[in-house]
């Protein structure tokens, strides 16, 4: 067939025509399509749509309370089952009475109908309602959580991601990966490497608060946290444990925090506590109120010349607010209970660097008060108080010398510190304890009701050093001389109802009735007793009463002297003073009060009465009027029972091992035979025995010689008694021979006149005729 132009014309003009038709049935039938869906969406979805134009608005709601509105700007596509929701805003709804409305918002949603699963590949957005805001209609301060690929389950209400997630809150805000939110029960899960920054308020002026946690759960309607195996730090302070409670305030703001499991504490300056449970209660700038630690609390810390550690079952500490300072907090008190310990070392001493000083601690419970310290933005130590049991020991190591130890007991020690380091005073209350072990090795222990110690100020570094000690009620004190301290230096008690010791001079001054015994040699009782700890000496005042023990065989040699009789030796004086290097002690009388001493039978009395070790000699001296009196219960001769041998004179030295007595000037001696004087006399004495008493074995007078008895008188310059043959004999000198004068013979005079005491007759030797017997001697 020929085609024209005009039949091609036509044709092109017949299938536009039908071009057109078809396009316009299409767009009726595409029409009809997406009315009919849209019309059936609620039906097949089971809820309520409501659409405006190009949006709509969808609720589910149960027995009248609506859980959840699911807002979109576009439908994109309805099939399988699925609706694709753009600019999508999900509003959940808490259960009734919570008065919680919280949003998810996003670009883009898949709703499965089956399912009821909504779900998102792009950036999600959620708005938790703070608590603050509870009931009102728009939170002002919510939580806002940002993540991706989100699924929301409408079921369940849960909200959950696998991605990473930023959250904000009132006060801080984070981040972590993967997170899940339930609707109905609140709970706010971020699933892992949790990181939360908590920031202070802004006029605190310090610095966040940063937390570290592997797992944190927020349940907002009970404000509370709960993180796994967190780490939370502030400035250059870290607490971390297994687990951690962090409870909010209804402002958002942290109130407090519950760690469980390897709690662990770590200050700026590198110190340590470890327990097994903390509640640290927080203020509004996230400073710490109060802290309790339980179950095994340790305590470390260490510079570059100190190291402390600690240990108690519990801890409680409060913090108080820095003056001028505004969000910080220092320490204000601290009590440690159950098994409390504390040790410091420091290492170095002036003029020693190797020293070590360590202090201990110990006790049931301590009691620690803090202040200020000078930079005004930390807190020392000023007052601690150990209860129950309190022991407090200060042992020094050095280098070239012995250690020195001081340890104190008591039901209570309270000491102070000066700028929280350096001692300055330690109580000790209630069946007090003092030990201290000496540079010598000496050992000194001392028991009283109470005690109170000063230490002198030392550099920062340096060992506390013991100005003074006071003690009261029922004092006793024990010393053991070292092991090489001198034979003659054994233990020594002392008892007293106050005692005060100087460091100083090392003199323990006891006062109230007390008494001061060498054991095995002296007991000593005064009003006052000074005794020097570091010498053995003594002095005391008033009312002295001494007693010697009879010494053992094996330590006769290293004893004071004893006066010939058996037995203890006991002196009275108004003072003394002993000698511990010299061996000496001496008494001392008062005016009309002479110094008394009396072994046996035997006795001497005196101004001054002198005990010397070595050589074991007593020294008696007189003093204007008041002169020697010494008396012997001694045996004179076979035929007379025991007498008294009663002498005076101006000074006496009798010695121990020769058994002698010298008295010398203006010498008056009494006895059973008759009175004698002279210059000079000396007496020879046997000791007393078991069941024996003393014996005089010879006696020798010289100088001014007279004797007296009964009806006569003779007067020499030398008179010798020997017991060997019961004799006087008195001799004279060339020019002044010896007489005797008597009411029946008158004068006799001869070289010698010998006096028997057996037969009672006297003979006279050399002169005018042959000895004869002069008189019989009445007894």
């Not at 620690?368 to 407090?392: D, E, L, M, R, W």
């Not at 109230?512 to 003594?538: F, K, V």
């Not at 330590?555 to 004071?560: E, P, T």
Request: zero cysteines.
């Amino acid at each position: 067939m020929r085609v024209t132009v005009e039949r091609l014309r036509l044709w092109i003009l017949i299938a536009a025509s039908l071009l057109i038709a078809v396009l316009a049935g299409f767009f009726l039938w595409s029409g009809f399509q997406y009315r009919h869906i849209v019309q059936n969406l609620p039906h097949k979805l089971g809820v309520n749509i409501q659409q405006t134009a190009s949006e709509f608005t969808y609720s589910q709601s149960s027995h009248g309370h609506t859980l959840f509105t699911i807002h979109a700007s576009r439908l994109m596509s309805f099939k399988n089952d699925k609706a694709e929701l753009h600019n999508v805003s999900i509003t959940l709804y808490g259960p009734p009475g919570s008065h919680r409305a919280d949003r998810i918002y996003g670009a883009e949603f898949e709703y499965n109908r089956k399912t009821g699963i909504a779900s998102s590949q792009g950036k999600v957005e959620i708005d938790l309602e703070s608590p603050s805001q509870k009931g009102q209609g728009k939170a002002q301060r919510p939580i806002h959580v940002q993540t991706s690929q989100l699924t929301y389950d409408s079921k369940t209400g849960l909200a959950e991601t696998s991605q990473y997630t930023e959250f904000s809150l009132p006060q801080g805000s984070g981040h972590a990966t993967g997170a899940n939110y339930n609707s109905k029960t609140g709970l706010f899960v971020l699933e892992q490497q949790v990181y939360l920054q908590m920031q202070p308020g802004k006029s605190s002026g310090t610095s966040a608060t940063v937390i570290h946690a592997a797992h944190l759960s927020f349940q907002r309607d009970k404000n509370q946290a709960t993180l796994s195996a967190p780490v939370i730090q502030n400035g250059q302070q870290a607490t971390s444990a297994a687990q951690a409670q962090l409870y909010f305030r209804p402002d958002g703001s942290a109130d407090h925090i519950v760690a469980q499991g390897h709690v662990r504490m770590t200050s700026a300056t590198g110190a340590t506590i470890t327990a097994q449970t903390a509640q640290i209660a927080l203020s509004g700038s996230n400073q710490p109120q109060t802290a309790v630690l339980t179950g095994g609390v340790q305590y470390a810390g260490h510079s570059a010349q100190e190291t402390m550690q600690g240990s108690a079952q519990q801890a409680h500490l409060s913090f108080a607010a820095v003056p001028g300072h505004a969000g910080h907090s220092w320490l204000r008190h601290a009590l440690f209970d159950q098994s409390v310990q504390f040790t410091q070392q420091i290492h170095g001493a002036p003029g020693d660097p190797k020293a070590v000083s360590t202090r201990h601690i110990s006790g049931g419970q301590a009691d620690v008060a803090f202040a200020p310290a000078a930079n005004g933005t930390k807190s020392v130590p000023t007052t601690i108080i150990v209860q129950q049991n309190a022991v407090a020991t200060m042992r020094t190591t050095y280098t070239h010398q012995p250690p020195q130890q001081t340890t104190v007991r008591a039901n209570e020690v309270v000491a102070t510190l000066a700028n929280g380091r350096t001692l300055q005073t330690m109580n000790a209350i209630g069946q007090a304890e003092i030990t201290s072990l000496g540079k010598d090795g000496s050992l000194n222990t001392t028991h009283s009701d109470s005690l109170h110690l000063t230490f002198a100020p030392q550099p920062r570094h340096a060992a506390a050093q013991l100005v003074s000690a006071v003690e009261d009620g029922h004092v006793v004190m024990q010393q053991t001389p070292a092991r090489n301290a001198r034979k003659s230096q054994g233990p020594v008690m002392a008892w007293a109802d106050q005692a005060q010791y100087s460091a100083v001079d090392q003199v323990l001054h006891l006062r109230g009735n007390p008494r001061l015994q060498e054991t095995g040699a002296l007991d000593l009782s005064a009003d006052a007793i000074d005794y020097h700890r570091a010498t053995g000496d003594a002095s005391a005042i008033g009312n002295v009463k001494a007693t010697y023990r009879e010494p053992s065989a094996a330590s006769a040699n290293g004893s004071l002297p004893q006066l010939g009789g058996k037995g203890a030796t006991h002196v009275i004086a108004s003072h003394a003073w002993f000698s511990s290097a010299r061996g000496q002690a001496s008494f001392y009388g008062s005016s009309g009060h002479p110094a008394r001493l009396w072994q046996g039978g035997n006795s001497v009395s005196a101004p001054v009465i002198e005990l010397r070790r070595s050589p074991q000699q007593l020294l008696a001296s007189g003093h204007g009027t008041d002169a020697v009196i010494a008396a012997f219960a001694a045996v004179i001769g076979s035929k007379s029972p025991p007498g008294l041998v009663r002498v005076a004179s101006d000074s006496l030295t009798y010695s121990d091992k020769s058994h002698q007595a010298d008295f010398h000037g203006h010498v008056a001696a009494v006895d059973s035979f008759g009175r004698m004087q002279a210059a000079n006399i000396i007496m020879q004495i046997a000791p007393a025995a078991d069941h024996q008493p003393t014996r005089l074995q010879r006696m020798t007078a010289t100088g001014g010689v007279t004797l007296t008895q009964p009806g006569r008188r003779a007067v020499g310059t030398r008179l010798v008694y020997t017991a060997s043959d019961e004799r006087y004999v008195l001799t004279g000198r060339p020019g002044a021979l010896p007489y005797l004068t008597d009411r029946v013979h008158g004068r006799t005079t001869g070289a010698a006149l010998i006096f028997n005491n057996r037969n009672d007759s006297v003979e006279v030797n050399g002169g005018e005729g042959r000895a004869v017997t002069v008189t019989s001697i009445p007894k």
